[in-house]
């Protein structure tokens, strides 16, 4: 006799801002972080197995799969739940001894562009257990379940020792200023601006895709479906009214920015993806030379992603002089001991690189001038709120928003800070850990600079029918740093 099937048991509804990456995948761009750890020497997969389930399967989502329903979805517990089904083992052609490197980004490429199985939890480990004198462990996961901040104190869990999340402060206890006004932002303008927005578009219904499809004003939009929102009762009071009114001008900012400045890095993506990485520079000397520029690091890696891709476009025969482009870059949202909580709580702030300027003095000073401008700016909090109304409407209208980004961005950059000492893993040492994130609409570059044990690794990933060969910025970072660093040594700092 058959065996009645079990009634999945829906465990409960996604986040709206989730919901908005689940839906985000195209047939150019997968809403995957894609990442890889360097372990020396290397690790058996049985081993690799036994750790992942006691250590991940601790968090419930990745014993949940997502299901897509008329009004969102739902994370639902996979009954059938298989390790093996998760944690894959895989091998290198044996002709690519010579260059495994080569041949390991040659597989991340197409990994890049493998859908997840949606069947189940959307996540996945792949062991290559003889790469380079060590195993390289790959690892796919969607963005909807978490983002880039909160996924990297999970993984971390997976280490030698693993690392506990960390316990809820009491009220007692000390709290930075810069974490209080992070808490204050995220439930006195995050809630209240989202919840305005989505209820308007709620209730605007399937009228809002009428609307992005025949008008040619992003202001003219906000405006009609708040009002819209607001004159069915939910202004509620003069600081609703006024939540209403900043989401109509910083959405209306953020959609009505300039578009990008046309180079070979923008256009309409295929469906192939590369990816490169470069060997890490000491964090010390990046932190010396911003020292003595009055520089943070941040600034100093940045001026150095801009000085790689304008070199880039220059050997291709581009002229970049006075070109600027703009590249949208993750800003955490939560406050950083809840970290490893799962979810996405981050805004997005475009970030200016002057990839015309060819000094790298110049250029830095212009990235800190930039960056300064920056601070206290509300449109991170407003990409937000607009992630979250992208999770209500109709797949269409959630498309046309994206749209409207990828028209003002040439790339997706991120910057995560990592341990400073090199961790382990089933006994061996993580020696080099890179990821990619990923990017939406036609946007087709992706940059990312992790710092990992005394050391900052860039990596590219790129789609091919825009930037076929994405070693070649990558092979760009370490002279342009290395002419920042002679520069600062040759200033007259004695006068």
Known sequence: MLKRPVTPIVVERMTKVDTA??????PSNLMMILGVWIIKPGVSYKATCE??????????????????????ASWITDDDFKINRHVVRESLPASTKKNPQLALQERLGVLAMQPLDMRYPLWEFRLIERYD?????????????????????????????????????SKQSAISSWQAAEDWMQHTLIEPLTSVTVKALEAAGDGAAQAFGVLGEPRQVLESLLEKGISRGMSGS????????????????????NDDSPTRLKGQPGLAKRVAWCQP??????????KALHCSINDVLLACVAGALGQYLRTHGDAVNGKEIRAMVPVNLRPMEQAYKLGNQFGLAPVVLPIGLENPLERVFEVRKRMGELKGSMQPLMAFALLAVAGVVVKPVQDAMLNLFSKKTTAVMTNVPG????????????EQTLFWVPQSGTVGLGVSILSYGGGVQFGVISDTTLIPDPQAIIDQ?????ERLSLLTLMLPWGE
């Not at 969607?142 to 999970?154: M, Q």
């Not at 400073?420 to 993580?430: I, N, P, V």
């Not at 970072?477 to 740093?481: D, G, H, I, V």
């Open 133 to 169: 004198g060590g195993s390289a462990l790959v690892v796919r996961i969607h963005h909807c379940i978490a983002d880039g901040l909160a996924l990297i104190a999970v993984t971390q869990s997976l280490v030698d020792g693993g690392l506990a999340p960390p316990k809820r402060r």
């Open 51 to 72: 750790r992942i389930q006691e250590r991940l399967l601790k968090y419930p989502r990745f014993g949940q799969r997502a299901q897509m329903d008329a009004t969102g």
């Open 477 to 481: 970072f370490a002279p342009e740093f």
């Open 21 to 26: 990456w689940l839906r985000m995948d195209s």
């Open 238 to 257: 003069a600081d609703a009214a006024r939540l209403a009114y900043q989401v109509l001008r910083d959405g209306a900012a953020l959609a009505l920015m």
């Open 419 to 430: 341990p400073r000492d090199k961790l382990t893993f089933c006994g061996s040492t993580l």
């Open 281 to 290: 520079i000491a964090l010390d000397e990046v932190r010396a030379v911003g």
